[in-house]
Nanobody, 124 residues
Framework: VQLQASGGGLVQAGGSLRLSCAASGLTFRSYTVGWFRQAPGKDREFVTSITWDGKTIFGGDSVRGRFAISRDSAKKTVYLQMNSLKAEDTAVYYC??????????????????WGQGTLVTVSS
């Protein structure tokens, strides 16, 4: 099983990026896929996830309305569209796949497989 995260980079505040998480070696359509991020000196935090049946969950108001998650099952890829980026969005972004119960999708221990992370840097 492999998750390949890509799409990170340097962007100015107010700009946009789209991250991709490409999966291989698993029955992609039956997994919940989430994005987590870890800023320098901070704990990893949940950003958003999309369940196997298309439900989306957000970690908090800091990203709601600016970030959107989607999945393309044919391509085995999940996307994280990030708009109106802020300096505080700077972090390494990780995608993860698992089968957490719905009430636990925000918890990292419900995810079995993790990508390597992609760095997003937002300059102010």
């Amino acid at each position: 099983v492999q998750l390949q995260a890509s799409g990170g980079g340097l962007v100015q505040a107010g700009g946009s990026l789209r991250l991709s998480c490409a999966a291989s070696g698993l029955t992609f359509r039956s997994y919940t896929v989430g994005w987590f991020r870890q800023a320098p000196g901070k704990d990893r935090e949940f950003v958003t996830s999309i369940t196997w049946d298309g439900k989306t969950i957000f970690g908090g108001d800091s990203v709601r309305g600016r970030f959107a998650i989607s999945r393309d099952s044919a391509k085995k890829t999940v996307y994280l569209q990030m708009n109106s980026l802020k300096a505080e969005d700077t972090a390494v972004y990780y995608c993860a796949a698992g089968r957490p119960i719905y009430s636990a999708v925000r918890q990292s221990d419900g995810y079995y497989y993790w990508g390597q992370g992609t760095l997003v840097t937002v300059s102010s």
